[in-house]
């Protein structure tokens, strides 16, 4: 899932092979598209979303459905509105039902003197996307609410990214998204966070980079606590983009490191209940 020449580009597993799905091209013969994040909610059902460029009007949000047979686009809010500043995009999605599904991002009207990113929240009912309200805690002289990543299970649901240079995290609670406090970095130094999972009430996982390093945040039903993680060795940069948990004792991060002389590297990090380690993976040369 992604773009190839900034098209759609979606590939199925069947349980034997990766092949390619035919996707839409919303942005037409004179715009692009791209996709940033799936989520299944069963077999014959699932959620891809990003943005599409439509010729002169801006960045407008997509959402892409499959229900067993192709994709096709559905209908969502581009609240940021029309003109060649304005910006919606979706990063993340997540589904728990088919009739219940979040999309996470980020809106810029484009518009002077603020031109302010703030959070994008929509959500799926069954029958149509509606954009609901986010908390947007830039504070006085910094205007840059982003989401990139939600997680929704029976035990929580939560959306991660960051706000003038600090972590963000909410959670859904009540049926209202609510900021909740995380550890944020030291003055002049720059966070955020890519993607969450969570397993259980009293188990979730967040992970991103603080200042160019690997930064992972750990949910214990209470508060969220920063637990270390390894840089590889020699890496002049290391951030991590993606995280998947199926226990408390079983996690997975994904990323990438950065060397000397434009090198880049795949990275991939394990939890085994006690910490986390770096795990060995191929790198096409």
Request: aromatic share 10%; charged share 15%.
């Amino acid at each position: 899932m992604g773009s190839q020449y900034f098209w759609p580009l979606v590939d199925q597993w069947d349980g034997h092979s990766w092949t390619q799905d035919y996707t839409p091209t919303p942005g037409g013969d004179g715009g692009a598209a791209g996709l940033t994040g799936v989520a299944a909610a069963s077999r014959k059902d699932a959620w891809a979303v990003g943005e599409y460029f439509p010729d002169f009007e801006g960045t407008k949000t997509l959402i892409l459905r499959w229900k067993g047979g192709e994709w096709v686009q559905v209908p969502s809010p581009s609240p940021a509105g029309n003109g060649s500043a304005a910006v919606s995009q979706l990063q993340g999605v997540a589904a728990l039902s088919p009739a219940d599904a979040w999309a996470v991002g980020e809106a810029n009207t484009g518009r002077s003197p603020a031109r302010r990113w703030t959070t994008l929240i929509e959500h799926w009912n069954g029958t149509r996307w509606t954009t609901v309200r986010s908390p947007d805690p830039s504070r006085a002289g910094c205007a840059n609410d982003r989401l990139l990543g939600v997680a929704a299970s029976r035990a929580g649901t939560w959306a991660v990214g960051s706000y003038c240079g600090a972590p963000l995290v909410l959670q859904l609670k009540g049926g209202y998204w609510r900021q909740v406090p995380s550890p944020g970095p030291p003055t002049g130094i720059s966070a955020q966070l890519a993607s969450v999972a969570v397993t259980s009430k009293t188990n979730a996982w967040a992970v991103g980079d603080v200042a160019g390093r690997v930064l992972v945040l750990h949910w214990n039903g209470t508060k969220w606590a920063r637990v270390p993680a390894p840089s590889p060795a020699g890496a002049i940069s290391a951030v991590l983009a993606g995280v998947s948990a199926v226990s408390p004792s079983i996690a997975w991060a994904v990323g990438q490191a950065d060397y000397p002389r434009n090198v880049r590297k795949l990275l991939i990090e394990r939890w085994n209940g006690t910490r986390w380690n770096l795990v060995p993976v191929p790198n096409p040369p």
